[in-house]
């Protein structure tokens, strides 16, 4: 399988929403996300990515078909929580470009998808004159009865890219899990490299 990867802009976004917001509604919903996604909230947070001059959205293709994505964003101002994780930092936000999520179906991973969407949207926030890059992973417990037996956590992936765990940066957001009847707080863990 030969994946061509392609930054999507204005027009290209709007005609992928629906698909951009399926394949995260499908990606997330397993270990360790477990996200009960809706289609309509999905399609709105993914138009911000349309709408922001200085948002990046790359596109892997199979053909004509997405089967991955990886988003990256100016940090200030992208989400009131993500202040709140940053208030005890003595990195300022303004110097952070947030890399928003990355998403690929299991069957095209391990052919290096992960560094092309790292690397095109660090090149993308260094043209910008971004700083640092960053993004945060939701931290779930050990004993978790979901948890699979052979996960393998991207901790080291991550690290041999060159990010770090910033210390005391945790956001917390709200989401339904599968089989949950509401939503709930879960913690996420920033990471961040100098760019």
């Not at 996200?35 to 709408?51: F, H, T, V």
């Not at 990195?91 to 299991?106: G, H, N, Q, R």
Request: proline share 7%.
């Amino acid at each position: 399988m030969t994946l061509e990867f392609r930054t999507l802009t204005g027009a290209e976004v709007e005609a992928a929403l629906d698909d951009l917001a399926r394949l995260r509604i499908e990606v997330f919903r397993a270990w360790p996300y477990l996200y009960d996604g809706d289609l309509a909230y999905e399609r709105q947070y993914m138009s911000s990515y349309r709408d922001n001059p200085r948002a990046v959205l790359v596109a892997a293709f199979d053909g004509d078909r997405i089967v991955g994505a990886s988003t990256g964003t100016p940090l200030l101002g992208h989400d009131d929580q993500f202040a709140k994780a940053f208030a005890e930092v003595d990195i300022p936000m303004a110097d952070v470009f947030y890399c928003a999520e990355s998403v690929l179906l299991p069957e095209y991973r391990g052919q290096g998808a992960g560094h092309v969407f790292f690397d095109m949207r660090e090149a993308h926030a260094r043209s910008l004159g971004y700083l640092y890059s960053a993004f945060c992973g939701v931290i779930r417990p050990e004993d978790h009865p979901d948890r699979p037996e052979a996960y393998v956590p991207l901790d080291g992936f991550w690290r041999k890219r060159g990010y770090r765990k910033l210390d005391g940066a945790i956001a917390i957001f709200r989401w339904k899990d599968h089989g949950q009847p509401s939503e709930s707080p879960k913690p996420l863990q920033f990471w961040i490299k100098p760019l």
